[in-house]
């Protein structure tokens, strides 16, 4: 029987914040918006590109936040361009792929980046070719949606019983939840475990290693 995990990417395999917020800061000032807080870019981490902006700016038309997601895009690839762009791996993450790859598990991604962002991120680090799926915004509506988590199992021939997430923020929880699958929560990431709990997550991981003992008595096999 197939297992697979299912990894978010910002705040769960790297610490994406400090970029996320720069570009979003250049974008903001370029349009003569307020920039928002580091705190309150933390809050949308984990949508989609347009709709995480909407989160931001309510007051904005549709076409407005369409308008500053390719403002970010364009502040986001300058940033890489000029070597602005830091996405460390969270300490643990490498081992605790090695123990659930070792267990028999297979791994995926479920995010809102981009195909070419998760790409870059994922080869920076050397693990792009330990997922058997990647799933990003740029073929699926926004978490809290199921379609990502669903073709993530769909394309390794998992069910949603012998299926887990791993996310840090509600969004990827209420993925979890809503394709079937236990999510646990990503405690070292950007939302806190009372809302992670409040969302849907069967338990909550302190460090990503604490996943291996949470998967083994929440997860079926």
Same mark, same amino acid.
């Given at each position: 029987?197939?297992?697979?995990?299912?990894?978010?990417?910002?705040?769960?395999?790297?610490?994406?914040?400090?970029?996320?917020? #720069?570009?979003?800061?250049? $974008?903001?000032?370029?349009?003569?918006?307020?920039?928002? $807080?580091?705190?309150?870019?933390?809050?949308?981490?984990?949508?989609?590109?347009?709709? #995480?902006?909407?989160?931001?700016?309510?007051?904005?038309?549709?076409?407005?936040?369409?308008?500053?997601?390719?403002?970010?895009?364009?502040?986001?690839?300058?940033?890489?361009?000029?070597?602005?762009?830091?996405?460390?791996?969270?300490?643990?993450?490498?081992?605790?792929?090695?123990?659930?790859?070792?267990?028999?598990?297979?791994?995926?991604?479920?995010?809102?980046? $981009?195909?070419?962002?998760?790409?870059?991120?994922?080869?920076?680090?050397?693990?792009?070719?330990?997922?058997?799926?990647?799933?990003?915004?740029?073929?699926?509506?926004?978490?809290?949606?199921?379609?990502?988590?669903?073709?993530?199992?769909?394309? #390794?021939?998992? $069910?949603?019983?012998?299926?887990?997430?791993?996310?840090?923020?509600?969004?990827?929880?209420?993925?979890?939840?809503?394709?079937?699958?236990?999510?646990?929560?990503?405690?070292?990431?950007?939302?806190? #475990?009372?809302?992670?709990?409040a969302a849907g997550a069967s338990a909550v991981a302190e460090r990503p290693f604490d996943v291996l003992d949470l998967v083994r008595s929440h997860v079926g096999a």
């Amino acid at each position: 029987m197939t297992r697979l995990a299912i990894f978010d990417c910002d705040g769960t395999l790297v610490d994406s914040g400090a970029n996320i917020h #720069a570009a979003l800061a250049e $974008s903001f000032a370029a349009n003569g918006l307020p920039v928002p $807080s580091p705190e309150r870019c933390r809050r949308i981490i984990g949508l989609s590109l347009v709709e #995480a902006i909407a989160e931001l700016t309510p007051d904005l038309s549709a076409g407005d936040h369409v308008r500053l997601a390719e403002d970010y895009k364009r502040a986001f690839m300058d940033m890489r361009v000029a070597g602005r762009v830091e996405e460390p791996l969270f300490d643990g993450i490498l081992e605790l792929l090695d123990a659930l790859e070792a267990d028999g598990w297979l791994l995926a991604v479920a995010t809102g980046k $981009s195909d070419r962002g998760l790409r870059h991120c994922l080869d920076t680090h050397g693990i792009h070719a330990r997922f058997v799926s990647l799933q990003t915004a740029d073929r699926h509506p926004s978490k809290p949606h199921p379609s990502m988590a669903e073709q993530a199992m769909a394309d #390794a021939g998992a $069910s949603p019983a012998t299926t887990f997430v791993v996310g840090d923020t509600s969004f990827d929880m209420g993925m979890a939840v809503s394709a079937g699958t236990c999510g646990i929560g990503a405690g070292w990431g950007y939302h806190d #475990a009372a809302e992670l709990l409040a969302a849907g997550a069967s338990a909550v991981a302190e460090r990503p290693f604490d996943v291996l003992d949470l998967v083994r008595s929440h997860v079926g096999a």
